[in-house]
């Protein structure tokens, strides 16, 4: 009995305590809510006001002018004179100076092209007579075998009655004809060409007039006999042709 009315107020202490914890955890969750859902909506007031008076703003900042164009503006026209004057004297000096280098590079073109076409006809000229001293040597065998043929006669050529020995002559006189012909032949491939001018006009740049005799019966400064016949190489004398002129007067 004593025992139970001992504990009997302490268990009433301990739920009445209980109770009251339990009554004022709600209070206390209710009176923190605010706080949060406050916290959680100023950023938006902040913004608001913000962006609001950004808007309310009426004066726009004035564009800067630059410099330049106030300093071009208190400019007299004396001045502005002046400095067309000298840019239209640096044009002009500019304008000369082109003229000069074109000049310049018209001429240097010019002499290259020469120097090109006389380099060009220096070595043309160069392989066209590069045998020049062997050509020479050789027209003396030519004239050679030419005299050889000119002293076979033309009747024991042509005789109808043809001996053993006369035959070996004819034969001995086609070889050599021919032989000449391929001889020429050649030296034409190579521009070595010989020229008989019996018959023409004397001319000095060709001919070498050894003697002069008078003939009626032909025409003044004609060549009638020719003694050496000549030769060119490529064109150019290489020996005149030595000759017999008319000469009646």
């Known amino acids: 009995m004593l025992r139970q009315a001992v504990c009997a107020p302490s268990r009433i202490a301990r739920q009445s305590l209980s109770r009251l914890v339990a009554q004022r955890q709600p209070t206390r969750l209710l009176y923190q809510l605010p706080s949060v859902s406050a916290r959680i909506a100023q950023p938006a007031i902040s913004r608001w006001y913000t962006s609001e008076a950004a808007s309310k703003d009426p004066s726009p900042e004035a564009p800067k002018q630059p410099s330049g164009a106030a300093e071009a503006k208190q400019e007299t026209p004396a001045e502005a004179a002046d400095a067309e004057s000298a840019l239209k004297k640096e044009l002009e000096a500019k304008e000369a100076e082109l003229r000069e280098w074109k000049d310049k590079y018209l001429r240097s073109v010019a002499d290259f092209r020469n120097l090109q076409e006389r380099t060009q006809r220096e070595m043309k000229s160069a392989r066209d007579f590069a045998i020049q001293k062997f050509a020479k040597d050789l027209v003396d065998s030519v004239d050679n075998l030419d005299r050889a043929l000119a002293t076979v006669p033309e009747e024991k050529l042509n005789s109808p009655d043809k001996s053993e020995h006369l035959q070996d002559l004819a034969n001995l006189y086609s070889g050599l004809k021919l032989t000449e012909n391929i001889l020429m032949q050649t030296l034409k491939k190579h521009g070595l060409e010989r020229f008989d001018p019996q018959g ?21 400064n004609t060549v009638f006999h020719t003694q050496q016949k000549g030769f060119k190489l490529n064109g150019r004398i290489l020996r005149a042709a030595k000759v017999g002129v008319v000469k009646n007067k």
Request: proline share 14%; no cysteine; glycine share 0%.
């Open 200 to 220: 023409e006009k004397f001319n000095p740049n060709e001919h070498e007039a050894t003697f002069m005799t008078p003939m009626p019966d032909k025409e003044d």
